[in-house]
């Protein structure tokens, strides 16, 4: 087994290891941390995998969040079964990208900054839609939103949560992995690397970034939708400007080019939120904020990214083979 | 005026300077020559600065110059012309020269040197032909009345006629103010016509020094031919 | 009629002080490769700026001239202890200047608490206007806004320094082996582009509520500005601004301000997507 993979079980088994640690209500606070985690990865995989950077990343997560409110408050056509709840949170996100990818990036679109400029304006663009929406319940948002229903049974219970959760986290970070290392992802680490390259090599690098921004903003939507049938409510501030910050912190903080590392830093930052907000109280933004400031100086790769980075080259030295 | 010693430098992980030394003394004109990639660009933008060397010492005057940054040896008095002429395209002539005069200097200097040029001064840089950039560029280094000029390939892409007569008038002028000169140059006759003292580079080291005259036959075509 | 010329001039205001913010934004891009999320914080700053001084009891003049210095000293920090460190990185800088963005945004927060405060307007009364009356003070604003932007492109192409500017502009190493000294002049270059932010906040204090969130309603829109007309000239701020505006104002005019922002979002990102090199490219094509 690499080092790498050890790591990475090790991660887990100390994830799985934890609840024995832990009071029972706070499961439930980890349950959310590890949703934010999904969010991360799929941030993390289109900026340090395809080197897109999306400063208004939240519009997926958000609209995961108003598509599985809507459908399981019975506010659509459709019965308001989970699984449609979630099919749809999969499927908007992933048709919005979709539709916004192919415009961005068909025939020499927008790169680097620009993308970054235009997803920020994207992000005010959407918050305000979702504000004025009457609707979509304007500045209050969708509330009393129900857990979500497997087989008749209502989840709520923080252990299933917790491990449910935890479960889909890893299966997402295995899917965007085995997704990195296929053909499709290769190509999508080529068109990062130098997508002039790539192009002159005959691959259709707009049709590669469009689809993965598509997969990215699929991911971000499911992880809106299980946050949503956790906490309850869906409120503009998921779709817009401070839950995209938020999200770039975490990805920068943990490491942006490892996907553990990334959701490592969402959970990170919301545990010690959740320690230290109540001793800093407001002095936490700043805390956090600077610490992200350091970390992109000093910690390119992140937190957990220059740590995991750091173990491999160390086990590949100690290890000959 | 001028001396490296063991100099080391390269870019990334490829080392291209391997321990290269020379001398330019007060007042004279030293042809660094050798065939393409042999690093002579790279001594050049080292002397400017604008490369750290891992090892070995520059010193100007006998002051070092490892360390200090690129504008700061430009104000000790070192001018470099740098292959592909780098003239400021979108200014204009004047404000090219206006440029290097801001410390020190006079826009006549180069005026004087090259008169066509002033003809052109509201002119956008960008807009002259290859042989009057070249002017510029050189105009540009005299204004900045340096001690020690570094020219690198000044006759790249200009037609032979002119390019001997801005080698006369460079040479001229340099001589008359006792400048020293570093010249990169392919034109090997154009070279050791105006050059005092011929270095050849091989392979990131100083493989000979001789004086122009008794630069033979032979040993330009060990040093240059493929 | 009336009712056009008072939108004119509301226009008007609201563009120029528009100008003076891109007009900074573009300035630290165009020198230094640096993309300043903070810009909108700085303009807050400016803001908080009077208002402290206006607290401690200085004239309303006098206040205008201090805080924009004030904040373009806070540039000039934040220069110094974390955007240097970032050149080079074009993507890093945007994210060391949001995590500063952050970190300001917070601070007053802790320091003036979260509400929105109100700068009290120095009392200049109203003059007729082409028979029309118009407060006196949104024509200074107007008037030191256009003094602002004059300055500055006197600065850039009539003085050395500005000369200077140009050259690191167009081929920084070059400059340098003429002497430039590049380093000091990034600084000066991103303190000057956060004061000029910082008077924008500062004449605008007292038409705006000042709250530690009201930066980003200016960052987006100047940055729009600056790519709708295209970057790489200090002419495509002024005029990416005044077409940012202009379809900001008209729409409002139409609209709601809500809808008339959602409008020049998605116009000026349509504007981005099929012309990257800006609008004015277009121009200097037919030309
Ligand atoms: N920016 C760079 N990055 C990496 N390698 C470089 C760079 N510039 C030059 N080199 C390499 O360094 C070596 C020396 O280059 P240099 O430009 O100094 O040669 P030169 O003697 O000036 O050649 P020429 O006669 O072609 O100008 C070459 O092998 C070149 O490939
Ligand atoms: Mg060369």
């Known amino acids: 087994m690499s080092r790498r993979s050890v790591i990475e079980m090790l991660v887990l088994v100390f994830f799985v290891l934890l609840p024995l640690a832990m009071p029972t209500w706070a499961l439930s606070d980890f349950a959310i941390y590890f949703t934010y985690a999904i969010f991360a990865v799929s941030l993390a995989f289109l900026w340090g995998h395809v080197g897109l950077l999306s400063l208004g990343h939240a519009v997926y997560f958000g609209l995961g969040a108003y598509a599985m409110g809507v459908v399981t408050l019975g506010m659509t056509v459709l019965p308001g079964w989970s699984v449609i709840g979630v099919i749809l949170a999969v499927l908007v996100p992933g048709i919005v990208a979709f539709v916004l990818g192919s415009f961005f990036f068909a025939s020499s679109g927008l790169t680097g900054a620009f993308f970054g400029i235009v997803t920020l304006a994207l992000a005010f663009v959407f918050e305000r839609m979702a504000i004025s929406s009457t609707w979509l319940g304007g500045m209050n948002g969708l509330m009393s939103i129900p857990p979500v229903v497997v087989f008749g049974h209502e989840i709520y219970d923080p252990l299933v949560l917790y491990f449910g959760l935890l479960g889909l986290l890893a299966l997402t970070i295995r899917l965007l992995q085995v997704v990195m290392r296929s053909r499709f992802g290769l190509l999508l680490a080529g068109v990062r690397e130098n997508e002039l390259r790539a192009a002159t090599l005959g691959h259709q690098t707009a049709r590669l970034k469009v689809w993965a921004f598509t997969l990215s903003g699929m991911i971000a939507g499911l992880a809106g939708a299980l946050f949503v049938s956790q906490f309850g409510f869906a409120s503009p501030s998921l779709i817009g400007f401070s839950l995209s910050a938020e999200a770039l912190i975490w990805v920068a903080l943990g490491g ?66 | ?140 280094a005299m204004v900045a009345k340096p001690r020690l000029l570094l020219l690198d390939e000044p006759s790249e892409g200009i037609q032979p006629s002119v390019v001997n007569e801005i080698a006369d008038i460079v040479t001229r002028s340099v001589r008359s103010m006792g400048l020293s000169v570093l010249l990169v140059e392919q034109n090997t006759d154009l070279a050791l016509r105006v050059a005092d003292r011929a270095v050849f580079v091989d392979h990131g080291v100083d493989a000979a020094s001789i004086a122009s005259r008794a630069v033979t036959r032979e040993i330009l075509a060990s040093y240059m031919e493929l | 009629m009336d009712r056009i010329l008072i939108f004119l001039l509301d226009s008007s205001n609201a563009i120029l002080v528009l100008m003076l913010v891109s007009l900074g934004l573009a300035v630290i891009f165009g020198l230094m490769n640096v993309i300043n999320m903070a810009h909108g914080e700085f303009l807050v700053l400016g803001a908080y700026g009077v208002l402290t001084l206006q607290w401690a009891g200085l004239p309303f003049a006098a206040c205008l001239v201090i805080a924009p210095m004030l904040v373009a000293l806070i540039g000039l920090a934040a220069e110094e202890l974390l955007i240097r460190r970032t050149y080079e990185r074009l993507l890093d800088t945007i994210l060391a200047t949001w995590g500063l963005s952050l970190v300001l945004r917070q601070g007053l927060v802790l320091i003036y608490g979260p509400g929105s405060h109100a700068v009290a307007a120095p009392d200049m009364g109203s003059v007729p206007v082409f028979g029309e009356i118009y407060p006196v003070y949104r024509l200074v604003v107007m008037a030191l806004s256009a003094a602002a932007i004059a300055f500055t492109f006197w600065v850039f192409f009539r003085t050395a320094l500005g000369l200077q500017a140009r050259a690191v502009i167009a081929n920084r190493n070059m400059a340098a082996c003429l002497g430039i000294n590049t380093r000091m002049l990034d600084r000066l270059t991103f303190a000057f582009g956060a004061g000029l932010a910082g008077l924008a906040g500062a004449v605008m204090s007292p038409l705006i509520s000042v709250d530690p969130n009201a930066g980003l309603g200016w960052l987006v829109p100047g940055f729009l500005s600056i790519l709708v007309a295209g970057l790489g000239s200090l002419s495509g701020p002024i005029v990416g601004a005044a077409g940012v505006g202009a379809v900001d104002s008209l729409a409002a005019a139409i609209s709601s301000p809500v809808w008339a922002q959602l409008t020049v979002f998605v116009a000026a990102i349509i504007v981005i997507r099929f012309f990257p090199q800006g609008l004015m490219a277009l121009k200097r094509r037919e030309a």
């Open chain 1, 256 to 321: 942006r080019s490892n996907l553990l590392a990334a959701a490592l830093g969402a959970i990170c930052v919301r545990f010690v939120e959740s320690q230290l907000s109540g001793a800093l109280g407001a002095v936490w933004p700043v805390v956090a904020g600077l610490l992200f400031m350091t970390s992109v100086v000093f910690l390119p790769r992140g937190l957990f990214g220059e740590a995991m980075a750091r173990l491999q080259v160390a086990g590949r030295r100690s290890d000959p083979s």
């Open chain 2, 1 to 140: 005026m001028l001396e490296i010693q063991e100099l080391h430098a390269g870019y990334g992980g490829g080392e291209v300077l391997r321990g290269l030394s020379l001398g330019v003394a007060h007042g004279e004109i030293v042809a660094l020559l050798g065939r393409n990639g042999m690093g002579k660009t790279t001594l050049l933008r080292c002397i400017m600065g604008l490369l750290p060397h891992a090892a070995g010492s520059i010193r100007l005057e006998g002051q070092p110059l490892s360390g200090l940054d690129c504008f700061e040896i430009a104000r000790r008095g070192v001018a470099y012309v740098p292959q592909g002429r780098e003239i400021f395209g979108q200014l204009t002539v004047e404000e090219n020269l206006r440029l290097a005069a801001l410390r020190g200097g006079t826009i006549e200097t180069g005026y004087d040197l090259f008169p066509g040029l002033r003809a052109r001064a509201k002119d956008p840089g960008g807009s002259l032909s290859g042989g009057q950039q070249q002017q510029l560029a050189i105009a540009r």
